[in-house]
Nanobody, 125 residues
Framework: QVQLVESGGGLVQAGDSLRLSCSYS????????GGWFRRAPGKQPEFVAA????????WYADSVKGRFTISRDNADNTVYLQMNTLKTEETALYYC??????????????????WGPGTQVTVSS
């Protein structure tokens, strides 16, 4: 019943920035956590960041702390991921995700209820 669609991916050079957007539709039941995973070729999805309904709780992977910022606009039904100082190793398919019924963001991709189709981010040197 919940649909997620990402946008904002593209080709950038190392050190550049991108802002990803995730638009969600359908009824999301509280508590609800929205977030981002990324999957590089041949690897399992990697947790990137997550945010709860009111923005009061935010979680980041250690590898992105200080460079990425997750935020949300509930009036616009959108979750954002601002990615600064991108690295080549962060080339991946970035997925918007959601999970209902919990108040702490899981790091395990299998625990999320909803996934978007992904948006490709490619970082060149």
């Amino acid at each position: 019943q919940v649909q997620l669609v990402e946008s904002g991916g593209g080709l950038v050079q190392a050190g550049d920035s991108l802002r990803l957007s995730c638009s969600y539709s359908g009824r999301t039941l509280d508590p609800y956590i929205g977030g981002w995973f990324r999957r590089a070729p041949g690897k399992q999805p990697e947790f990137v960041a997550a945010i709860n309904r009111n923005g009061g709780s935010i979680w980041y992977a250690d590898s992105v702390k200080g460079r990425f910022t997750i935020s949300r606009d509930n009036a616009d039904n959108t979750v954002y991921l601002q990615m600064n100082t991108l690295k080549t190793e962060e080339t991946a398919l970035y997925y918007c995700v959601g999970v209902q019924g919990i108040t702490i963001a899981p790091r395990n991709w299998a625990e999320y209820d909803y996934w978007g189709p992904g948006t490709q981010v490619t970082v060149s040197s």
